[in-house]
């Protein structure tokens, strides 16, 4: 729906009444304020609000639902889905605050901060966020979707650490959401991505984690058939104690990229390990042995350097990606992987991952959740970067990636991974009771579908 030049002055009149913030239209120079972190993706709205605070989030509900418009919400985009001029976009960049209560060990965290500004925050008391790979992805969109981090076997979900939520619902109203108050929102909060409403803030638990035995072993592409097969192996025996993911990866020439590993093919062994270093080396010798690595950059790291584990990109990028869960990683599994993404299979992805799951995450946390997928064994996720002159390849490159290992595959995804607004890619991240109860209570908090665009879940009616 494009709305016509009056009716565009209307909403921002409207808009402007009542929020403190920024309001921008697609013509103000601020509006370009909006573009995601990842730049392949359509993001446009027929107006942005930059919030300054709850009230404007609950403002900005009840104007859009009052001219007939819905309602989407953005912190960086990395997770960023087509928004269109049939939504007004909240942005909650500037709601970045971060206060923490070190003797509670907790941290009250705005919606519009990233995992950097907790490391920031906490780290420096001795003190760790449950956080993902990259420090630059937003906090609420990363635990609304679940959250699996470097240290996923050893600590775990990381929404399991969310001890409260506020929130503004499809109705504008604003909540507190606990295990004790609304109990429903505080479990389906917690894996639902956006369907329940807007997140203003989160309140985290934190972990007395102050370093890690960890970091990466970088090889050469000629040893990647070696080393992926030694990693499949090797995962068998690992304890709770030690997470780990593997890549292959084909990073572009850039400034930013070591130049060992610029413009050529690679294996990253991403490795965290809790306890001793001295044990953190051992349990990771059988990797070292394969075969020397092109970078050795596994050692002792203070918690606030935890990405450079994964070493993600930190600026805008136009990828794709696709995922898929594996409910084990035979040694079939491998070869079928190598015969598709290895160093001579003509892959088009900058990065094929896998990540080990298992470990403390697949046992029961203290409050239930819609996150569901708890007992998958790996996750593979392959981002592609959508340039010329391969864009239009990468996509069925990813497909052709995923569909191999299809023999393996639970037929599940993650929340976080891929993100989608397609029903049928959603409808994979839930099992069929949740998905009917995330429906249920999206219809009782949000009865006229304010919300309902973007990573939303729904049931198939
Ligand atoms: C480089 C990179 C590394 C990543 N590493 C990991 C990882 O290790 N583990 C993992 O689990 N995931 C990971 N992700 C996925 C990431 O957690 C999701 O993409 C997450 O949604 C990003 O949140 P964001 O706020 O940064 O992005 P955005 O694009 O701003 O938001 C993503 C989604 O969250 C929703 N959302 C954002 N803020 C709110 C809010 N306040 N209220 C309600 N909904 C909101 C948005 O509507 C959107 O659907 C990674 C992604 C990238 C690109």
Not at 129 to 141: N, R
Not at 153 to 165: C, E, K, N, Q
Not at 352 to 376: I, K, W
């Amino acid at each position: 729906m494009s709305l016509a030049p009056a009716t565009d002055r209307d909403l921002a009149a409207s808009l402007r009444h009542g929020i403190a913030g920024v309001v921008a239209l697609p013509e103000d120079p601020d509006y370009q304020r909006i573009m995601p972190w990842n730049a392949a993706v359509p993001v446009a709205p027929c107006a942005a609000v930059f919030a300054a605070s709850a009230h404007d989030v609950a403002a900005t509900v009840r104007v859009a639902a009052s001219h007939g418009l819905t309602v989407a919400v953005q912190a960086t985009g990395h997770g960023a889905v087509p928004i269109g001029a049939e939504s007004i976009l909240v942005h909650t960049g500037a709601l970045n605050g971060c206060v923490v209560d070190s003797r509670n060990r907790t941290a009250w965290v705005g919606a519009g901060a990233t995992w950097q500004h907790v490391l920031d925050a906490v780290t420096p008391l001795g003190l760790a966020p449950a956080c993902g790979s990259a420090p630059g992805v937003g906090v609420v969109g990363f635990l609304i979707g679940g959250g699996i981090g470097p240290l996923v076997r050893s600590i775990g979900l990381s929404s399991d650490y969310v001890r409260a939520f506020e929130l503004v619902t499809g109705s504008g109203e604003m909540l507190r959401v606990t295990p004790e108050q609304h109990g429903d929102l505080f479990w389906g909060l917690r894996g639902s991505k956006s369907t329940l409403g807007i997140v203003t803030a989160v309140e985290i638990e934190l972990l007395p984690i102050t370093e890690f035995y960890g970091g990466a072993l970088y090889f050469d592409g000629s040893d990647a058939a070696a080393v992926l097969r030694a990693w499949q192996r090797w995962c068998v025996g690992l304890p709770e104690s030690v997470s780990t993911s593997i890549a292959l990866l084909q990073l572009p020439e850039l400034p930013d990229v070591p130049s060992p590993l610029a413009g050529r093919f690679t294996v990253a062994v991403r490795y965290v390990a809790l306890g001793s270093a001295f044990e953190g080396a051992r349990l990771l010798a059988p990797m070292r042995e394969v075969t020397e690595p092109v970078i050795d950059a596994v050692t002792v790291l203070p918690y606030a350097a935890i990405g450079a584990v994964h070493a993600d990109p930190p600026n805008p990028t136009p990828a794709h990606e696709n995922h898929a869960l594996l409910r084990e990683l035979a040694p079939e599994a491998v070869e079928a992987l190598l015969a598709v993404a290895g160093p001579d299979a003509g892959s088009m992805q900058t990065v094929v991952e896998l990540r080990m799951l298992g470990g403390v995450l697949a046992q029961p946390a203290q409050h239930r959740s819609a996150f569901c997928h708890r007992g998958a064994a790996f996750a593979l996720t392959t981002i592609g970067a959508l340039v010329p002159p391969i864009a239009d390849l990468v996509p069925a490159n990813a497909a052709a990636i995923i569909d191999a290992l299809a023999p393996w595959s639970t037929g599940g995804q993650l929340p976080n991974f891929a993100a989608s607004s397609d029903p049928e890619r959603l409808a994979r991240c839930y099992d069929e009771d949740t998905l009917y109860w995330l429906a249920a209570l999206a219809e009782r908090y949000d009865p006229a579908g304010v919300l309902r665009v973007g990573q939303v879940a729904r049931y198939p009616m």
